[in-house]
Nanobody, 115 residues
Framework: QVQLVESGGGLVQAGESLRLSCATSPTIFSLRTLGWYRQAPGKQRLLLASITTTDITFYTDSVTGRFTISRDNTKTTLYLQMNNLKPDDTAVYYC?????????WGQGTQVTVSS
């Protein structure tokens, strides 16, 4: 079973930054487009950003210009740099493959942004 392990969340004030990390298997990392998702309380899980194996990136409008997705091939780690955080960014953040995501999700990492 492939593991997805997210880390780096925390409690910050609006305007501050966080960097999330995601570790997964080398096979998944090298073969699949990877993405960051988030799920706010009472809402569905949504894809925020993705990056292909050739470093082509995609962002939803809500995070464009504030979040940056990247991947470190030597560490097989996916990152999400989040700047200028807003209270609406409060959610549990997950990493997974894209189209389709793997059926088994990690535990996620909580990001809480206070105003």
């Amino acid at each position: 079973q492939v593991q997805l392990v997210e880390s780096g969340g925390g409690l910050v004030q609006a305007g501050e930054s966080l960097r999330l990390s995601c570790a997964t298997s080398p096979t998944i990392f090298s073969l699949r487009t990877l993405g960051w998702y988030r799920q706010a309380p009472g809402k569905q899980r949504l894809l925020l950003a993705s990056i292909t194996t050739t470093d082509i990136t995609f962002y939803t409008d809500s995070v464009t210009g504030r979040f940056t997705i990247s991947r470190d091939n030597t560490k097989t780690t996916l990152y999400l740099q989040m700047n200028n955080l807003k209270p609406d960014d409060t959610a549990v953040y997950y990493c997974n493959t894209v189209t389709p995501p793997l059926p088994s999700w990690g535990q996620g990492t909580q990001v809480t942004v206070s105003s």
